[in-house]
């Protein structure tokens, strides 16, 4: 079994260096780019199964690495932002990135979620349904594929993730904290529930169409459910 390949990137040879030593320690094959331009290069020579990505770097900024990345490809991004760059993390999560951590950070919380993201990534269940169809709506798990009204839809993995979630569970209530533990994967979690918030209004612009039958209802005070009319 191959190992997953991880692109870190941060100016900071320190922070990379901790990181790599502690990815390397769980089994993973680790890159490093210290700017942006460099990430972009080695992002599409390497294709790595999931990128760390510091928001403030030289040359390339990481937001904008960001939109390149997911110009073509679904690899899956943790941002690693400052605590005070709150619109830069939310304009991160609008443009793709599946999750952020805000430094300092701790490199066994950062490892405990890139295997979290990696293994929902890859995820197929064993048994049960493969493929939902609901008016309008096809999900496909074995291929993360999704169509709606007939379109091919391009979906981050974390979005198909979430898609996913609420359509196998359809009608049923969930808390942002629910969600962020049964679609992020982890056993504790010390960012942002709004984090869900961006991921379900990126989602929702990119299923929408007019008179669909079907919608990721927002259910004040306590949460989400998704909600089909047949």
Not at 60 to 78: A, F, Q, T, Y
Not at 152 to 166: A, I, S, Y
Not at 187 to 205: N, S, W
Request: net charge negative.
């Amino acid at each position: 079994m191959s190992k997953s390949r991880v692109l870190v990137v941060d100016d900071e040879e320190n922070v990379c260096q901790l990181v790599s030593l502690y990815l390397e320690k769980e089994g993973f094959e680790v890159d490093i780019a210290y700017n942006g331009r460099e990430a972009l290069e080695k992002v599409r020579e390497q294709q790595p199964d999931l990128v760390v990505l510091d928001l403030m770097l030289p040359e390339v900024d990481g937001l904008e690495v960001c939109r390149e990345i997911r110009k073509s490809l679904n690899i899956p991004i943790i941002m690693l932002t400052a605590k005070t760059e709150e619109i830069d993390r939310i304009l991160g999560l609008e443009m793709g990135a599946d999750d952020y951590m805000t430094k300092p950070f701790s490199p066994r919380e950062l490892v405990a979620r890139v295997k979290a993201v990696l293994r929902r990534a890859s995820f197929v269940p064993a048994s049960g349904e493969q493929v939902i169809n609901y008016p309008g709506l096809n999900i496909n798990i074995a291929s993360r594929e999704v169509k709606v009204n007939g379109e091919k839809v391009t979906l981050t993995p974390k979005e198909f993730d979430l898609l996913w979630h609420f359509a196998t569970n359809r009608d049923k209530v969930f808390t942002r904290e629910k969600l962020l533990e049964q679609v992020w994967d982890y056993e504790r979690f010390y960012g942002d529930e709004r984090t869900v918030d961006q991921h379900i209004k990126r989602l929702r612009r990119k299923i929408d169409f007019p008179k669909a039958p079907f919608r990721i209802a927002t259910i004040w005070g306590v949460g989400y459910k998704f909600e089909v009319s047949e």
